[in-house]
Protein backbone atom coordinates (compact mmCIF):
# COMPACT_ATOMS: atom_id res chain seq x y z
CA UNK A 1 0.00 0.00 0.00
CA UNK A 2 1.53 3.31 -0.58
CA UNK A 3 0.35 6.78 -0.19
CA UNK A 4 1.08 10.47 -1.89
CA UNK A 5 0.71 12.29 1.42
CA UNK A 6 -0.72 16.05 0.67
CA UNK A 7 -1.52 18.27 4.05
CA UNK A 8 -4.69 19.60 3.36
CA UNK A 9 -5.85 21.30 6.10
CA UNK A 10 -4.87 24.21 5.22
CA UNK A 11 -6.16 24.73 1.73
CA UNK A 12 -9.67 24.88 2.71
CA UNK A 13 -13.33 23.60 2.82
CA UNK A 14 -13.56 19.76 3.28
CA UNK A 15 -16.99 18.82 1.42
CA UNK A 16 -16.23 21.50 -1.35
CA UNK A 17 -16.42 20.06 -5.22
CA UNK A 18 -17.47 22.12 -8.14
CA UNK A 19 -19.37 21.57 -11.56
CA UNK A 20 -17.88 23.48 -13.99
CA UNK A 21 -14.39 21.83 -14.45
CA UNK A 22 -15.61 20.74 -18.17
CA UNK A 23 -16.56 24.35 -19.54
CA UNK A 24 -13.92 24.71 -21.34
CA UNK A 25 -12.16 22.34 -24.03
CA UNK A 26 -8.49 23.19 -25.75
CA UNK A 27 -8.22 20.91 -29.08
CA UNK A 28 -6.29 21.42 -32.95
CA UNK A 29 -3.28 20.40 -34.12
CA UNK A 30 -0.35 21.79 -33.15
CA UNK A 31 -0.45 25.62 -32.28
CA UNK A 32 1.58 28.69 -31.24
CA UNK A 33 3.45 31.32 -33.16
CA UNK A 34 4.17 30.67 -36.24
CA UNK A 35 1.76 28.66 -37.08
CA UNK A 36 0.81 27.64 -40.83
CA UNK A 37 -2.99 28.75 -40.90
CA UNK A 38 -3.17 28.57 -44.52
CA UNK A 39 -3.87 24.86 -43.99
CA UNK A 40 -5.89 25.62 -41.00
CA UNK A 41 -3.65 24.27 -38.33
CA UNK A 42 -3.25 25.43 -34.67
CA UNK A 43 -5.36 25.48 -31.34
CA UNK A 44 -9.03 25.92 -30.59
CA UNK A 45 -11.02 26.88 -27.68
CA UNK A 46 -14.28 25.38 -27.49
CA UNK A 47 -16.29 27.33 -24.26
CA UNK A 48 -19.22 26.27 -22.78
CA UNK A 49 -20.96 29.43 -21.26
CA UNK A 50 -24.55 28.78 -19.51
CA UNK A 51 -24.56 26.15 -21.40
CA UNK A 52 -24.01 26.97 -24.72
CA UNK A 53 -21.26 26.30 -27.30
CA UNK A 54 -18.58 29.22 -28.53
CA UNK A 55 -16.06 27.84 -30.23
CA UNK A 56 -13.04 30.24 -30.92
CA UNK A 57 -10.17 30.14 -33.58
CA UNK A 58 -7.04 30.17 -31.35
CA UNK A 59 -4.66 29.08 -33.60
CA UNK A 60 -1.44 31.64 -32.85
CA UNK A 61 -2.10 31.61 -28.85
CA UNK A 62 -0.10 28.65 -26.77
CA UNK A 63 2.13 26.48 -27.96
CA UNK A 64 0.23 23.06 -27.10
CA UNK A 65 0.18 19.72 -29.50
CA UNK A 66 -2.75 18.43 -28.55
CA UNK A 67 -2.70 15.63 -30.33
CA UNK A 68 -5.12 12.57 -29.16
CA UNK A 69 -3.76 13.56 -24.85
CA UNK A 70 -5.67 15.94 -23.67
CA UNK A 71 -6.75 17.31 -20.19
CA UNK A 72 -8.69 19.94 -20.25
CA UNK A 73 -9.74 22.06 -16.28
CA UNK A 74 -11.80 25.10 -15.64
CA UNK A 75 -12.22 26.45 -12.39
CA UNK A 76 -15.87 26.20 -9.93
CA UNK A 77 -16.59 29.33 -12.47
CA UNK A 78 -16.34 27.69 -15.09
CA UNK A 79 -13.57 29.69 -16.13
CA UNK A 80 -10.11 27.76 -18.00
CA UNK A 81 -7.93 27.19 -15.88
CA UNK A 82 -5.23 25.20 -17.09
CA UNK A 83 -4.95 22.39 -19.93
CA UNK A 84 -2.07 19.44 -20.92
CA UNK A 85 -0.60 18.43 -23.66
CA UNK A 86 1.21 15.13 -22.52
CA UNK A 87 4.62 17.27 -23.03
CA UNK A 88 3.46 20.67 -21.03
CA UNK A 89 0.89 22.03 -18.54
CA UNK A 90 -0.54 25.51 -19.94
CA UNK A 91 -2.08 28.30 -17.72
CA UNK A 92 -5.30 30.09 -18.96
CA UNK A 93 -2.80 33.03 -20.26
CA UNK A 94 -2.05 29.59 -22.61
CA UNK A 95 1.79 30.26 -21.32
CA UNK A 96 3.62 27.34 -19.72
CA UNK A 97 2.81 27.12 -16.12
CA UNK A 98 5.32 26.97 -13.35
CA UNK A 99 6.67 23.90 -12.65
CA UNK A 100 4.51 22.61 -15.81
CA UNK A 101 7.23 22.53 -18.92
CA UNK A 102 8.99 19.71 -20.22
CA UNK A 103 7.07 16.89 -18.77
CA UNK A 104 8.98 14.31 -20.65
CA UNK A 105 12.51 15.56 -21.22
CA UNK A 106 13.66 12.02 -22.38
CA UNK A 107 11.27 11.55 -25.41
CA UNK A 108 8.40 14.46 -25.78
CA UNK A 109 6.45 12.13 -27.90
CA UNK A 110 5.87 9.53 -25.07
CA UNK A 111 3.52 11.97 -23.98
CA UNK A 112 1.09 13.13 -26.32
CA UNK A 113 0.28 9.76 -28.72
CA UNK A 114 -2.70 8.21 -27.13
CA UNK A 115 -5.87 9.66 -25.81
CA UNK A 116 -6.82 9.21 -22.03
CA UNK A 117 -2.84 9.38 -20.75
CA UNK A 118 -3.71 12.35 -18.20
CA UNK A 119 -6.59 13.43 -15.66
CA UNK A 120 -7.24 16.35 -13.49
CA UNK A 121 -8.90 16.53 -10.73
CA UNK A 122 -9.70 18.59 -7.50
CA UNK A 123 -8.22 17.38 -5.14
CA UNK A 124 -10.55 16.21 -2.05
CA UNK A 125 -10.39 18.89 0.32
CA UNK A 126 -8.92 21.49 -0.77
CA UNK A 127 -10.68 24.37 -3.25
CA UNK A 128 -7.41 25.39 -4.35
CA UNK A 129 -5.41 21.88 -5.25
CA UNK A 130 -6.08 20.16 -8.35
CA UNK A 131 -3.98 16.68 -8.86
CA UNK A 132 -2.66 15.74 -12.38
CA UNK A 133 -2.47 11.79 -12.70
CA UNK A 134 -0.59 10.73 -16.22
CA UNK A 135 1.16 8.52 -18.08
CA UNK A 136 4.03 7.75 -20.33
CA UNK A 137 4.92 5.22 -22.93
CA UNK A 138 7.34 3.06 -23.65
CA UNK A 139 7.51 2.80 -27.10
CA UNK A 140 6.84 4.99 -30.72
CA UNK A 141 7.20 3.27 -33.75
CA UNK A 142 5.48 4.81 -36.43
CA UNK A 143 5.90 1.37 -38.47
CA UNK A 144 3.99 -0.69 -35.59
CA UNK A 145 1.71 2.09 -34.13
CA UNK A 146 -0.26 -0.43 -32.19
CA UNK A 147 2.71 -1.49 -30.39
CA UNK A 148 2.42 0.82 -27.82
CA UNK A 149 1.91 0.51 -24.54
CA UNK A 150 1.96 2.61 -21.34
CA UNK A 151 3.98 2.74 -18.84
CA UNK A 152 3.98 3.88 -15.27
CA UNK A 153 2.02 6.26 -13.59
CA UNK A 154 2.59 9.79 -12.07
CA UNK A 155 0.91 11.80 -9.74
CA UNK A 156 1.28 15.47 -9.50
CA UNK A 157 -0.59 18.54 -7.35
CA UNK A 158 -1.27 21.71 -9.04
CA UNK A 159 -2.06 25.37 -6.60
CA UNK A 160 -4.78 27.25 -8.05
CA UNK A 161 -3.60 30.16 -6.12
CA UNK A 162 -0.23 30.69 -6.79
CA UNK A 163 1.43 33.32 -8.98
CA UNK A 164 -1.96 35.31 -9.10
CA UNK A 165 -3.93 32.22 -9.77
CA UNK A 166 -1.98 31.62 -12.69
CA UNK A 167 -1.03 28.55 -11.06
CA UNK A 168 1.91 26.63 -10.13
CA UNK A 169 3.08 22.98 -10.07
CA UNK A 170 3.71 21.72 -6.27
CA UNK A 171 4.09 18.12 -7.02
CA UNK A 172 5.73 17.01 -9.88
CA UNK A 173 5.37 13.89 -11.37
CA UNK A 174 5.86 11.47 -8.40
CA UNK A 175 5.96 7.81 -9.29
CA UNK A 176 2.75 6.28 -8.23
CA UNK A 177 2.87 3.32 -10.38
CA UNK A 178 5.29 1.28 -11.97
CA UNK A 179 4.49 -1.61 -14.85
CA UNK A 180 3.24 -1.58 -18.07
CA UNK A 181 -0.18 -0.26 -18.70
CA UNK A 182 -2.59 -0.31 -21.62
CA UNK A 183 -2.57 2.37 -24.20
CA UNK A 184 -3.68 5.27 -22.25
CA UNK A 185 -7.47 4.48 -21.08
CA UNK A 186 -7.14 6.32 -17.52
CA UNK A 187 -10.81 7.03 -16.06
CA UNK A 188 -11.84 8.70 -13.25
CA UNK A 189 -15.56 8.46 -10.62
CA UNK A 190 -16.58 9.86 -7.37
CA UNK A 191 -16.63 8.16 -4.51
CA UNK A 192 -19.80 7.25 -3.12
CA UNK A 193 -19.29 9.83 -0.38
CA UNK A 194 -19.33 12.23 -2.86
CA UNK A 195 -15.90 13.32 -2.28
CA UNK A 196 -13.28 11.53 -3.15
CA UNK A 197 -12.25 10.08 -6.21
CA UNK A 198 -11.38 6.28 -7.77
CA UNK A 199 -9.26 5.96 -10.57
CA UNK A 200 -8.82 3.24 -12.23
CA UNK A 201 -5.43 2.36 -14.61
CA UNK A 202 -5.66 -0.91 -16.95
CA UNK A 203 -2.11 -3.22 -17.19
CA UNK A 204 -1.61 -4.10 -20.55
CA UNK A 205 -2.64 -7.79 -19.92
CA UNK A 206 -6.00 -6.39 -20.88
CA UNK A 207 -8.06 -7.92 -17.75
CA UNK A 208 -5.94 -6.33 -14.73
CA UNK A 209 -7.22 -3.31 -13.41
CA UNK A 210 -4.98 -1.21 -10.66
CA UNK A 211 -7.34 0.63 -8.04
CA UNK A 212 -6.30 3.68 -6.74
CA UNK A 213 -8.05 6.03 -4.42
CA UNK A 214 -7.67 9.94 -4.02
CA UNK A 215 -9.02 11.36 -0.73
CA UNK A 216 -7.69 13.85 1.43
CA UNK A 217 -4.98 11.73 3.42
CA UNK A 218 -3.47 11.15 -0.72
CA UNK A 219 -3.14 8.97 -3.50
CA UNK A 220 -3.66 5.44 -2.20
CA UNK A 221 -2.81 1.85 -4.15
CA UNK A 222 -5.52 -0.25 -3.63
CA UNK A 223 -4.28 -3.40 -5.59
CA UNK A 224 -5.10 -5.18 -8.64
CA UNK A 225 -7.96 -6.83 -9.29
CA UNK A 226 -8.64 -9.24 -12.37
CA UNK A 227 -11.83 -9.81 -13.64
CA UNK A 228 -12.94 -11.02 -17.56
CA UNK A 229 -11.40 -12.96 -19.68
CA UNK A 230 -8.39 -11.52 -22.58
CA UNK A 231 -7.93 -9.21 -25.59
CA UNK A 232 -5.94 -7.47 -27.81
CA UNK A 233 -5.00 -3.97 -26.62
CA UNK A 234 -5.82 -1.13 -29.05
CA UNK A 235 -6.92 2.62 -29.82
CA UNK A 236 -10.03 3.15 -27.82
CA UNK A 237 -11.65 4.99 -24.59
CA UNK A 238 -12.27 3.92 -20.98
CA UNK A 239 -15.04 5.67 -18.90
CA UNK A 240 -17.77 5.67 -16.76
CA UNK A 241 -21.52 6.21 -17.09
CA UNK A 242 -22.62 9.75 -15.32
CA UNK A 243 -24.25 7.86 -12.35
CA UNK A 244 -20.71 5.90 -12.24
CA UNK A 245 -22.58 2.19 -11.98
CA UNK A 246 -20.89 1.17 -15.33
CA UNK A 247 -17.81 1.49 -16.21
CA UNK A 248 -16.84 0.81 -20.23
CA UNK A 249 -13.51 -0.41 -22.32
CA UNK A 250 -13.49 0.10 -25.78
CA UNK A 251 -10.52 -1.13 -27.75
CA UNK A 252 -10.40 -0.64 -31.90
CA UNK A 253 -7.73 -3.12 -32.64
CA UNK A 254 -6.86 -2.30 -36.31
CA UNK A 255 -5.17 -4.55 -38.86
CA UNK A 256 -7.70 -6.50 -40.32
CA UNK A 257 -8.68 -8.18 -36.22
CA UNK A 258 -11.84 -6.00 -35.32
CA UNK A 259 -13.06 -4.14 -31.76
CA UNK A 260 -13.69 -5.64 -28.53
CA UNK A 261 -16.49 -4.22 -25.83
CA UNK A 262 -16.14 -4.47 -22.37
CA UNK A 263 -19.05 -3.43 -19.98
CA UNK A 264 -18.99 -3.78 -16.25
CA UNK A 265 -20.79 -2.86 -13.06
CA UNK A 266 -19.21 -0.61 -10.57
CA UNK A 267 -19.17 -0.58 -7.11
CA UNK A 268 -18.80 3.38 -5.81
CA UNK A 269 -18.14 2.30 -2.35
CA UNK A 270 -15.33 -0.67 -2.74
CA UNK A 271 -14.08 0.77 -6.37
CA UNK A 272 -14.66 -2.85 -7.64
CA UNK A 273 -15.73 -3.78 -10.71
CA UNK A 274 -17.79 -6.67 -11.31
CA UNK A 275 -20.29 -8.79 -13.90
CA UNK A 276 -18.30 -8.80 -17.10
CA UNK A 277 -19.89 -8.46 -20.66
CA UNK A 278 -17.21 -8.40 -23.59
CA UNK A 279 -18.19 -8.65 -26.87
CA UNK A 280 -15.80 -8.77 -30.38
CA UNK A 281 -17.35 -7.72 -33.33
CA UNK A 282 -15.75 -7.01 -36.69
CA UNK A 283 -14.61 -3.66 -37.79
CA UNK A 284 -14.15 -1.65 -40.64
CA UNK A 285 -12.25 2.12 -40.60
CA UNK A 286 -9.35 3.31 -38.40
CA UNK A 287 -9.67 3.81 -34.64
CA UNK A 288 -12.61 4.91 -32.46
CA UNK A 289 -14.34 5.39 -29.35
CA UNK A 290 -17.16 6.21 -27.10
CA UNK A 291 -19.49 7.68 -24.49
CA UNK A 292 -22.62 7.75 -22.19
CA UNK A 293 -25.70 9.73 -22.56
CA UNK A 294 -25.61 12.09 -19.41
CA UNK A 295 -29.02 9.65 -18.32
CA UNK A 296 -26.68 6.79 -18.08
CA UNK A 297 -28.64 4.87 -20.41
CA UNK A 298 -27.48 4.76 -23.86
CA UNK A 299 -23.85 4.04 -24.61
CA UNK A 300 -22.60 5.13 -27.97
CA UNK A 301 -19.92 3.89 -29.83
CA UNK A 302 -18.06 5.02 -32.82
CA UNK A 303 -16.55 1.93 -34.49
CA UNK A 304 -14.62 3.39 -37.72
CA UNK A 305 -17.64 3.58 -40.38
CA UNK A 306 -20.47 2.85 -37.68
CA UNK A 307 -22.00 4.65 -35.19
CA UNK A 308 -23.68 2.31 -32.42
CA UNK A 309 -26.08 2.68 -29.70
CA UNK A 310 -26.22 0.20 -26.46
CA UNK A 311 -29.49 0.52 -24.52
CA UNK A 312 -27.11 -0.30 -20.68
CA UNK A 313 -30.54 -0.51 -19.11
CA UNK A 314 -31.67 -3.90 -20.87
CA UNK A 315 -31.64 -7.62 -19.85
CA UNK A 316 -28.93 -8.73 -22.24
CA UNK A 317 -27.15 -5.40 -23.08
CA UNK A 318 -24.84 -6.52 -25.93
CA UNK A 319 -27.63 -7.84 -27.42
CA UNK A 320 -29.45 -4.63 -28.03
CA UNK A 321 -26.61 -2.73 -30.05
CA UNK A 322 -28.39 -0.70 -33.17
CA UNK A 323 -26.83 0.80 -35.71
CA UNK A 324 -27.27 4.53 -35.31
CA UNK A 325 -25.17 5.96 -38.15
CA UNK A 326 -22.78 4.84 -41.36
CA UNK A 327 -20.32 6.98 -42.96
CA UNK A 328 -21.61 8.88 -45.48
CA UNK A 329 -18.33 9.12 -47.69
CA UNK A 330 -17.20 12.43 -46.91
CA UNK A 331 -13.91 13.17 -47.00
CA UNK A 332 -11.70 16.23 -45.30
CA UNK A 333 -8.14 15.31 -46.21
CA UNK A 334 -9.02 12.13 -44.41
CA UNK A 335 -12.58 10.56 -43.90
CA UNK A 336 -14.72 11.92 -41.75
CA UNK A 337 -15.37 8.72 -40.08
CA UNK A 338 -16.63 8.22 -36.04
CA UNK A 339 -13.09 8.35 -33.38
CA UNK A 340 -12.95 9.83 -30.01
CA UNK A 341 -15.71 11.35 -28.12
CA UNK A 342 -16.65 13.27 -25.26
CA UNK A 343 -20.36 14.33 -23.42
CA UNK A 344 -20.52 18.19 -23.33
CA UNK A 345 -21.98 19.90 -20.27
CA UNK A 346 -25.05 21.23 -22.59
CA UNK A 347 -26.27 17.35 -23.02
CA UNK A 348 -24.84 16.62 -26.13
CA UNK A 349 -22.24 14.07 -27.53
CA UNK A 350 -19.67 15.56 -29.65
CA UNK A 351 -17.77 13.04 -31.59
CA UNK A 352 -14.22 13.28 -33.51
CA UNK A 353 -14.59 13.33 -37.30
CA UNK A 354 -11.94 11.15 -37.44
CA UNK A 355 -8.26 11.55 -37.33
CA UNK A 356 -7.06 14.94 -38.51
CA UNK A 357 -10.25 16.36 -39.72
CA UNK A 358 -12.50 20.07 -39.39
CA UNK A 359 -15.50 18.35 -38.59
CA UNK A 360 -17.09 16.88 -35.27
CA UNK A 361 -19.94 15.31 -35.67
CA UNK A 362 -23.36 15.75 -32.53
CA UNK A 363 -25.72 13.52 -31.47
CA UNK A 364 -28.36 16.15 -30.07
CA UNK A 365 -30.60 13.65 -27.96
CA UNK A 366 -28.26 11.02 -26.61
CA UNK A 367 -31.10 10.46 -23.81
CA UNK A 368 -33.44 8.66 -26.40
CA UNK A 369 -33.62 5.68 -28.47
CA UNK A 370 -32.24 5.87 -32.15
CA UNK A 371 -33.81 7.42 -34.26
CA UNK A 372 -34.61 9.91 -31.93
CA UNK A 373 -31.36 10.47 -30.81
CA UNK A 374 -30.76 12.66 -34.10
CA UNK A 375 -27.33 11.88 -35.02
CA UNK A 376 -25.87 14.93 -37.41
CA UNK A 377 -22.91 14.24 -39.25
CA UNK A 378 -20.02 16.92 -39.67
CA UNK A 379 -22.60 19.32 -37.24
CA UNK A 380 -19.70 21.29 -36.25
CA UNK A 381 -17.47 23.17 -38.55
CA UNK A 382 -14.11 23.96 -36.91
CA UNK A 383 -11.65 26.75 -37.50
CA UNK A 384 -8.91 24.41 -37.61
CA UNK A 385 -7.55 20.47 -38.46
CA UNK A 386 -8.47 18.31 -34.95
CA UNK A 387 -6.56 15.14 -34.68
CA UNK A 388 -9.17 13.16 -33.02
CA UNK A 389 -8.11 15.32 -29.52
CA UNK A 390 -11.32 15.31 -26.88
CA UNK A 391 -10.32 16.09 -23.09
CA UNK A 392 -10.65 13.65 -20.70
CA UNK A 393 -13.35 14.31 -18.37
CA UNK A 394 -14.54 12.58 -15.41
CA UNK A 395 -18.50 13.61 -14.12
CA UNK A 396 -17.60 16.47 -11.82
CA UNK A 397 -20.98 16.53 -10.80
CA UNK A 398 -21.61 13.52 -9.41
CA UNK A 399 -22.32 13.44 -6.09
CA UNK A 400 -22.52 10.67 -2.64
CA UNK A 401 -25.18 7.72 -3.50
CA UNK A 402 -27.84 9.16 -0.55
CA UNK A 403 -28.62 6.33 2.09
CA UNK A 404 -25.49 3.95 1.37
CA UNK A 405 -22.87 2.98 4.02
CA UNK A 406 -20.67 5.11 2.26
CA UNK A 407 -22.64 8.30 2.74
CA UNK A 408 -20.86 9.39 5.70
CA UNK A 409 -19.67 12.79 5.34
CA UNK A 410 -23.26 14.53 5.23
CA UNK A 411 -22.65 15.99 1.56
CA UNK A 412 -25.91 16.61 -0.46
CA UNK A 413 -26.62 15.77 -4.24
CA UNK A 414 -27.09 18.94 -6.33
CA UNK A 415 -30.11 18.81 -8.46
CA UNK A 416 -28.86 19.31 -12.09
CA UNK A 417 -30.98 19.43 -15.08
CA UNK A 418 -28.20 17.60 -17.45
Known amino acids: ?36 TTNEFGLMWWRFEDENLQILDHQHEGQADLWENNVSYSDGLGELFLYFDGKSIYNKEHAEMEGGNDWNPNGEQSGWFSPQAGLALDLPGSDSLIALINTHYNSFDLDAPFSLAGENLFFSVISKNANGEDGKVLIRKEIAL ?18 DWW ?14 LLSPVGFEYLGLQEIGGGASIGLGQAFFTPDGMKHI ?91 QSQRGPDGKIYICGGVGTRFMHVIHNPNTPCPDCRIEQRGVELPTFNLGSVPNFPNYRLGPIDGSPCDTLGIDNIPLSR
Open 1 to 36: MRYFIVCLLLFGSPFLYAQLHDYNWMMGYSGGEGTD
Open 178 to 195: LDTLDFGKLSACRHANGR
Open 199 to 212: VLVPRYTFNEIHRF
Open 249 to 339: RYHSIGGGEGDHLSIYDFNRCTGLLSNPRNEAYEKIGFGGGGTVGHGSRYLYLGSGIHLYQYDLWADDILSSRALVAEYDGFIDFNPTTFY
